[in-house]
Structures are given as C-alpha cells and as structure tokens.
C-alpha cells in the first residue's frame, strides 16, 4: 500500500461549537481510534484536528493509504475509517482513523481490477464490473493497493463471484455470493447466437 504524510493537532475543546469553530477554520474534526479502552471496554479516541489540505490527497484519490499521522510530533501509523460529509456543501465533516500494527489484522475495502480479454467479450458481450471494491482482512503490509482479478476464461452470459476468488495472505470478508463482474449478453451477441442455431 502506499503511505501518505498527514500532520494533525491535538484536539482540547469539544461541543458542537467547538466544532463549527474547527471548521471555519478550514480545519476537520478528527479521531484516532487504536487498542485504548475505557474501563467498561469501549474504545478510547485520541481527538485530534487537522486542515483540508493536509486531507485531500487522502481523501480526493480512488488509492488506499497507510496514513503516517504525526499529532504534535508523536507518530502513528493509521488507515482512514469513515468519512463525513456535509450533505449539501460536500466539504469533509469529520473523519475517523483506526490505529494498524504489523500484527493485528484490520478489514479494508481494496479496490479491484479486472485483467485480460474475455472470453465472452470476444464472443461480442459486455464485460461490467458490479462492484468497485471488496473487503478483505489481513495485516496492513500484506493488503495490496489493488486485487487483480483475471477475467480471460469468463464467458458470455457467466459471472465471477467472491467465493470463487483466492488472494494469498488474505480474508475475503465480503460475502461469497456477491457477483464481482460478468459479461452481458449485448443485442449483436444475441443475433449472433441465434444465428448460430
């Protein structure tokens, strides 16, 4: 995966004022969640506050990144959780980041990409993906920047689905069934066809 810098500053004041406040500043709202817990085990964040610029290449990229946060000189290692955003101005609201370590696996959606010439689209189909990304689960430094999916041998009218797909070192957590791509029957594949019979 690839990594990316991203200064933050440690958040003091809370409430939604404090917020609002955060944000006029042309600062976001932010929390890093990692292996802290309170005492009935819910997890602990660290508040933090960082600026848009610091975000875009983050969040303005159809990439996945390691994030090296670095909140007022101490170092953390995080991917990016969730996202909030405004829903009419479509500027960031807030966003959560969940500390990684070599050795505790984390779920991240990884996004796929389909290699080869199909079958089926030689036979005059439409190769369309149904999805964009699949969840997996592994350690950070084994999760690829992107699942490489080969579709030579995938025929018109067939499908890929999860279950049938293997990726070395990691869980796919997205559920089996799920189609991942197929090639449509087009409307000169199907005169085609019939033509044949």
């Not at 406040?21 to 997890?43: F, S």
């Not at 506050?49 to 000189?73: A, Q």
């Not at 189909?125 to 699942?147: C, D, F, H, M, N």
Request: glycine share 6%; aromatic share 6%.
């Amino acid at each position: 995966m690839k990594e990316i810098n991203v200064k933050g500053t440690v958040r003091t004041v809370f409430g939604k004022k404090a917020a609002r406040d955060i944000r006029r500043a042309n600062a976001v709202p932010c929390n890093l969640y990692g292996e802290a817990k309170d005492e009935n085990g819910a997890p602990v964040a660290l508040a933090f506050t960082t600026t848009n610029d610091e975000l875009r290449n983050l969040i303005y990229s159809p990439d996945i990144y390691v994030v090296n946060l670095n909140i007022d000189g101490k170092e953390y290692k995080a991917v990016l959780k969730e996202l909030q955003f405004h829903p009419v101005k479509d500027n960031v609201l807030h966003v959560d980041f969940y500390e990684i370590t070599e050795t505790k696996p984390i779920i991240m959606e990884v996004p796929i990409k389909l290699n080869g010439l199909a079958e089926g689209v030689k036979a005059g189909g439409r190769l369309a993906a149904s999805v964009r990304k699949l969840k997996v689960k592994s350690v950070y430094t084994q999760i690829p920047e992107r699942l490489n999916i080969d579709v030579t041998s995938l025929g018109l009218g067939k499908t890929i689905k999860v279950g049938e797909l293997h990726f070395d070192g990691l869980e796919l957590v997205t559920s089996k069934e799920v189609v991942v791509c197929q090639v449509k029957m087009t409307r000169s594949a199907r005169s085609a066809a019939s033509a044949d019979n």
